[in-house]
Nanobody, 126 residues
Framework: QVQLVESGGGLVQAGGSLRLSCAAS????????MGWFRQAPGKEREFVAR????????WYTDSVKGRFTLSRDNAKNTVYLEMNGLKPEDTAVYYC???????????????????WGQGTQVTVSS
């Protein structure tokens, strides 16, 4: 059974930092590209970042470029989202997701990802 478990969310002031983790089990972690999405109240789930299987390349949505860094440790079956310079508009539930499909192009749609975690709340106060 595939499990993705997010952690590291919380309440932080604007300008602060958080590091989210997503621990995977039940699959060969290094076979999957991993992504992070977020969903704010009343809004659709949106793409945040994606990292390829090896961890050698990552894509980011424009609003987080230069502030967020995605990395993975395949030995620990874990992916990390380092978030710096947080803004109130970053407030959302953050979800990690696994995509078994290899691609040289960005896959950023919710339906591209086959497995999902339960999410972790990030709240940024102004």
């Amino acid at each position: 059974q595939v499990q993705l478990v997010e952690s590291g969310g919380g309440l932080v002031q604007a300008g602060g930092s958080l590091r989210l983790s997503c621990a995977a089990s039940g699959r060969t972690f290094s076979n999957d590209a991993m992504g992070w999405f977020r969903q704010a109240p009343g809004k659709e789930r949106e793409f945040v970042a994606r990292i390829n299987k090896s961890g050698g390349f990552a894509w980011y949505t424009d609003s987080v470029k230069g502030r967020f860094t995605l990395s993975r440790d395949n030995a620990k079956n874990t992916v990390y989202l380092e978030m710096n310079g947080l803004k109130p508009e970053d407030t959302a539930v953050y979800y990690c997701a696994a995509d078994p499909v290899s691609s040289f192009s960005l896959r950023s749609a919710v339906y591209d990802y086959s497995f999902w975690g339960q999410g972790t709340q990030v709240t940024v106060s102004s």
